[in-house]
């Protein structure tokens, strides 16, 4: 079975920064492409950035693109969201998602219908 677990959410002021992990188990993760979403009550999951399988593509949302930058460690079969200059309205339940990728291509993948296995979210709150 596999498992994802975000870590790193907080608390934190305006204008901080907080790197987010999700670490994935039960499946080989250099296999996987990835990708960050984020949701606040009673809005949609939103797509936030997303790493291809081989590590060499990203691609961001609007919004945070500059601000945050997505990495991975195939060794630690983890996913990194560094959030830098954070603002009150990035505040949100944020979540790693993983799509099994056939071949080592560098595709990203930005629809939440894209991923077949989801973490169960860490919250960041950013206050004014």
């Known amino acids: 079975q596999v498992q994802l677990v975000e870590s790193g959410g907080r608390l934190v002021q305006a204008g901080g920064s907080l790197r987010l992990s999700c670490v994935v188990s039960?499946?080989?993760?250099?296999?996987?492409?990835m990708g960050w979403f984020r949701q606040t009550p009673g809005k949609e999951r939103d797509f936030v950035a997303a790493?291809?399988?081989?590590?060499?593509?990203?691609y961001y949302e609007d919004s945070v693109r500059g601000r945050f930058t997505v990495s991975r460690d195939n060794a630690k079969n983890t996913v990194y969201l560094q959030m830098n200059d954070l603002k009150p309205g990035d505040t949100a339940v944020y979540f790693c998602?993983?799509?099994?990728?056939?071949?080592?291509?560098?595709?990203?993948?930005?629809?939440?219908?894209?991923?077949?296995?989801w973490g169960q979210g860490t919250q960041v709150t950013v206050s004014s």
């Open positions: 998602a993983a799509r099994p990728v056939a071949f080592n291509t560098g595709g990203v993948y930005l629809q939440r219908n894209d991923y077949d296995y």
């Open positions: 039960g499946r080989t993760f250099s296999n996987c492409a």
């Open positions: 790493i291809s399988r081989n590590g060499g593509n990203t």
